[in-house]
């Protein structure tokens, strides 16, 4: 049936899965009319803590709801499957290299490109949530070469919101004044919140705040280690704001940004803007007919330049590395 929408939520036991899988069943991802046939898979591991995740979903009793079904193998997870919100990862442990994470994360995500090129719908809309996102997002689309480029996505859209939730507050407006701020680059620490072209009540952000000092320093640094900040308060990484990003990227992929207003997804890079082609880069993106397009022509100015190739670079870098584990591990 047409409005049956069916979405795929990988590392569903976990801590953002327990906050996404709600929100995606009450239609926060996919919209009003659609229903939801949802798929939860992790590993074998987390398979009682899925079991009992699939039980609450049900209990939940979700108008939208048509179906709840829980895997722990990933193929017969990706049959059929029109979204697919990819949170599956290895955490990192103490004691252990950013290669090593690196290396178990993107041997999950070549596997995992395998088993949604072959089992999902033909168009089906990739967003990668796990860390390292925006490389996990290249090896799948690497790995993935009959999946349209188009639809393999990373989720920044949490860094962009936590910019207008700053601005916001900075200001002492409500945030939904704020828009069209623009996360650059990687999800990581290198990423550029970038305020130059934002509006607040429709004033150019930087007149209305008035303080370039604070915009161009403590701004940056605190949009950027928002994740440590939260991390320090809860002594968990922020679950609930990446759920609701994560549907935030996705209804808006699905039914459009708003005229006039961009947001940010990490998308492959088709060289806009200097960033090398192919990378998996944060862009300011419109959304019309369920595709993306990069926003083009905006002034770029020395400071962002060096910002956004900072990104770039650490990106190009990562991505070198994943490609050695991946050949370490073959
Ligand atoms: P978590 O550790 O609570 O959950 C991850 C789940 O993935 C676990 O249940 C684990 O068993 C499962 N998993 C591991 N390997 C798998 C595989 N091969 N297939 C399916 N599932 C697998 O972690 P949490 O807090 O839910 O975060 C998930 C990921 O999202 C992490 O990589 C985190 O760094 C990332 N993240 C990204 C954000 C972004 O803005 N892009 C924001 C917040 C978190």
Avoid at 34 to 39: D, E, Q, S
Wanted: hydrophobic share 40%; net charge negative; glycine share 8%.
């Amino acid at each position: 049936v047409d409005d049956v929408v069916t979405v795929l939520i990988t590392g569903a036991a976990g801590q953002i899965g327990y906050a996404l899988a709600p929100m995606v069943c009450a239609g926060a991802a996919t919209g009003p009319g659609k229903k939801i046939a949802l798929k939860l898979l992790d590993v074998e591991f987390a398979s009682e803590a899925l079991r009992g995740v699939k039980m609450e979903i049900m209990d939940c009793a979700f108008d939208a709801c048509v179906s709840v079904d829980v895997f722990t193998d990933c193929e017969k997870a990706c049959e059929g499957v029109d979204v697919a919100i990819m949170v599956g990862g290895f955490p990192r442990k103490q004691g252990m290299e950013r290669k090593d994470v690196l290396g178990k994360n993107v041997a999950i995500y070549k596997q995992q490109a395998s088993a949604l090129a072959s089992k999902a719908k033909k168009d089906v809309k990739i967003v990668v949530v796990a860390n390292p996102a925006n490389t996990n997002a290249k090896i799948l689309a690497k790995f993935a070469p009959s999946i349209p480029r188009g639809n393999v996505t990373c989720m920044t859209r949490l860094d962009h919101n936590r910019a207008l939730a700053q601005l916001g507050e900075r200001s002492g407006k409500a945030t939904i004044e704020v828009k069209n701020a623009i996360i650059w680059g990687n999800h990581s620490s290198t990423q550029y919140p970038d305020v130059n072209h934002a509006t607040i009540e429709g004033k150019p952000a930087r007149e209305v705040i008035g303080n370039d000092a604070y915009l161009d320093g403590d701004f940056v640094d605190v949009v950027r280690a928002r994740g440590a900040a939260i991390i320090e308060a809860r002594k968990l990484s922020s679950a609930l704001s990446a759920a609701s990003s994560v549907c935030d990227h996705v209804y808006d992929w699905i039914h459009g940004t708003k005229e006039g207003e961009w947001t940010s997804m990490g998308v492959i890079s088709d060289g806009s803007y200097g960033v090398p082609e192919g990378l998996v880069y944060s862009f300011p993106v419109t959304c019309t007919g369920g595709k993306w397009q990069i926003v083009q022509g905006l002034s770029i100015d020395e400071r962002s330049r060096k910002l956004m190739d900072e990104s770039a670079k650490e990106l190009t870098e990562e991505f070198e590395l994943a490609e050695q584990c991946l050949a370490e591990s073959a």
